[in-house]
């Protein structure tokens, strides 16, 4: 491998696991704060992907980066108002709620879009490469990397730096002392759907020109990232990112040395981090 391939490879990695992040960080948001797993939200992903080749081709790619999070994290309002009769019930109802959630999306899309599988042209500014230490490396993999840096920033300081995080700090460890206060948990539960889905709905946006999607990937992406989840830890929304940018190293140099075992390479990678650490290794260690 020559140094310069190496480095490509080095950022495809880093740019997928970004992406794949956007997605993880949804998921652990809602985890935490709402106690609840959310099997829908690989739909809602693809859904961003499939609402992308619509609103871009009217009103252009960058002002899709804001309006389809936004679009579909009004959806996600609405399905979260559908779980809520379920809080403080068998979490195997929400799954399975959820799980339908993801399958009702996807049919949708199939009527509104069809089977077949699009890929969006990128517009002209993202083409081509840009020679960083004169290495050519892909616009837009910078650009995905940019956007989901800025991305998990703004998230980490929604999360430590607002009454928004600091509230939703408050609920995973004492929600009954929080609801005593006179905090509204049920809108606060909204607020936080809203935002892991719209996040979500932001990593199908980035996604839209990269690779194709069929629709009924909603109901199988969720599995193929929730070996991240388990390595960055359950409800340990820090371990989110660098869980993420290991998986994604691992599936880009896994592609180039180990073809073969390219689908099995995350999964022996949780298996080994959950030996090491069963609650994440980006998280403490009990009684540390």
């Known amino acids: 491998m020559t140094v310069s391939f190496f480095f490509q490879t080095l950022i495809s990695g880093i740019s997928n ?16 704060g709402m106690s609840m797993v959310n099997f829908g939200q690989g739909a809602f992903y693809v859904l961003g992907t499939y609402l992308t080749y619509t609103i871009a081709a009217r009103i252009g790619f960058v002002p899709s980066l804001i309006l389809v999070p936004l ?3 009004g959806i996600g309002y609405f399905v979260e108002k559908a779980t809520r009769p379920l809080f403080g019930k068998d979490m195997l109802y929400i799954m399975l709620l959820t ?10 899309i ?3 879009w069809g089977y077949s599988i699009r890929l969006l042209s990128l517009p002209s500014f993202l083409n081509g490469g840009i020679k960083i230490f004169g290495i050519n490396f892909p616009v837009y993999y910078i650009f995905e990397i ?7 920033f703004a998230f980490w300081i929604m999360i430590n730096k607002t009454k928004l995080g600091m509230l939703t700090r408050a609920i995973i460890s004492d929600r009954p ?6 905090v509204n948990v049920n809108q606060l539960f909204s607020v936080l759907f809203m935002i892991g889905i719209g996040i979500a709905g932001l990593g199908g946006v980035l996604n839209a020109p990269i690779t194709g999607m069929s629709p009924k990937e909603g ?3 969720f599995g193929n990232v929730m070996p991240i989840l388990c390595i960055g830890g359950l409800r340990n929304m820090d371990g989110c990112l660098p869980a993420a940018l290991l998986v994604g190293l691992v599936n880009a140099f896994g592609a180039v040395y180990l073809p073969q075992y390219y689908n099995v390479l995350p999964a022996a990678l949780m298996v080994i981090c959950m030996f090491i650490n069963p609650r994440g290794i980006f998280t403490k260690r009990e009684g540390r």
């Open 110 to 112: 199939v009527m509104f």
């Open 177 to 182: 002392m929080v609801a005593n206060l006179g």
């Open 71 to 73: 679009i579909v994290a």
């Open 219 to 221: 109901l199988s992406i």
């Open 146 to 152: 940019v956007i989901s840096g800025i991305t998990a």
């Open 17 to 32: 696991g970004m992406v794949s992040y956007l997605m993880i960080a949804g998921v652990s948001l809602i985890i935490s």
């Open 99 to 108: 799980y339908g959630v993801a399958y009702m999306l996807c049919d949708m």
